[in-house]
């Protein structure tokens, strides 16, 4: 044969000449855009939508999750579609899940912080590989967030060897700190036993994004950089904002850059008294 047709069968093509709305891909196609605006459907993921709390954590418009929802409900906002439905869900829940913070950003927030790095760190880093490294920060920031969280508290980053939290009730602060320097102590790594410290200090730091910065936030540091290996260390201020009687204290001696002088900081063990 000759000729265009003849052509493709000499090379073997096969061609389709039924009508498009009797294809296999079309009817499917069809069928799913059926589905996507049939009203029941779109009915139950609104309501299944309703049910997600919202995220307050930051002013609307601002995230890049607010973006994308954005974009989802623009796209063809005259059609009922249960595909924008569910992927306006899925943002929302993205949102509920990464907010862990009931604060705007920029407002001065009452909080107690808290900062821990392992002491030691970097000799036993060096002889000990990578794969023995990882595998001890893994550890350690696991135990520190299981710590953090069970007390109300969240963490509000990872800093190479240490971490830093934050949390509303000093009494939780102190108790949490202290849990997290003894869940590290027990933790082993092919005979290496990690020592956490850890600093607490309360004041009004600001939230920036899912960041706290200010003066408060540089003294909390501070003081943790004066803890010893297993020690806790707790500010006058945290100290006021807790139930200071539940805690053996010991004035230590602290003099550090950009701290108030009148500042007064505490070596701070938990009381197990008898009967208590």
Same mark, same amino acid.
């Given at each position: ?21 009797? %294809? ?75 907010? %862990? ?49 069970? %007390? ?100 230590? %001696? ?23």
């Amino acid at each position: 044969m000759t000729g265009t047709d003849g052509d493709a069968v000499a090379s073997g093509e096969q061609r389709d000449d039924r009508p498009a709305a009797a %294809r296999p891909s079309r009817r499917a196609a069809d069928a799913l855009a059926r589905s996507d605006a049939n009203a029941g459907a779109v009915r139950a993921a609104r309501a299944a939508r309703s049910l997600i709390p919202d995220s307050r954590s930051a002013p609307p418009g601002g995230r890049a999750s607010d973006r994308v929802a954005r974009l989802i409900g623009e796209s063809r906002p005259d059609r009922p579609s249960v595909l924008r439905e569910l992927g306006l869900g899925a943002v929302q829940v993205w949102q509920a899940l990464v907010s %862990r913070r009931p604060f705007r950003d920029d407002d001065p927030v009452p909080a107690t912080i808290l900062f821990t790095d392992l002491v030691g760190f970097s000799t036993w880093a060096l002889d000990a590989g990578d794969d023995q490294v990882l595998r001890l920060l893994a550890q350690v920031n696991d135990v520190t967030e299981s710590v953090v969280t069970a %007390r109300a508290g969240s963490v509000v980053k990872q800093l190479g060897d240490g971490s830093m939290a934050v949390f509303l009730d000093g009494t939780e602060a102190i108790e949490a700190a202290y849990e997290a320097i003894c869940a590290v102590s027990a933790l082993t790594i092919d005979g290496y036993r990690p020592q956490l410290r850890a600093g607490l200090h309360t004041g009004t730091p600001r939230a920036v994004g899912d960041d706290f910065l200010g003066v408060d936030v540089n003294i909390a540091a501070r003081v943790a950089d004066a803890a010893g290996p297993g020690e806790l260390l707790v500010s006058d201020a945290t100290l006021a904002s807790a139930d200071a009687e539940k805690y053996h204290r010991r004035r230590r %001696r602290f003099k550090a850059k950009g701290v108030p002088r009148d500042l007064e900081v505490f070596a701070v063990v938990p009381r197990y008294d008898a009967g208590t």
